[in-house]
């Protein structure tokens, strides 16, 4: 499966941005990743593959939402109250069979996006 994932940007502190990954097939489990520089790619959030159960990092939980829409494949991480912290590329994942116990390891998910950049000034 192909990901393309947009809406990245720079925002001020406490702004909003949402960012959309859209996806070339059906589904899959999905997740949100970042990778700010000189620091390993971190877990964000993730979604089943009916939307019916997300999970957080407990450093984004009340400010980021991801939801998805399976009638466009796309899934969409709302990220509001941002600080300078969440500076980061942010990436997309998918795969098929994701366990729910590993849904916040990197090396469990098949297929990446390209990554878009995130900024937060203060």
């Known amino acids: 499966v192909q990901l393309q994932a947009s809406g990245g940007g720079l925002v001020q502190a406490g702004g909003s941005l949402r960012l959309s990954c859209e996806a070339s097939g059906k589904n899959y489990g999905m997740g949100w990743f970042r990778q700010a520089p000189g620091k390993e790619r971190e877990f964000v959030a993730a979604?089943?593959?009916?939307?019916?159960?997300?999970y957080y990092a407990d450093s984004v939980k009340g400010r980021f939402t991801i939801s998805r829409d399976n009638a466009k494949n796309t899934v969409y991480l709302q990220m509001k109250s941002l600080k300078p912290e969440d500076t980061a590329v942010y990436y997309c994942a998918a795969d098929r069979n994701i366990i729910l116990s590993r849904i916040q390891f990197p090396g469990d998910y098949d297929y990446w996006g390209q990554g878009t950049q995130v900024t937060v000034s203060s």
């Open positions: 979604t089943s593959w009916s939307g019916s159960t997300t």
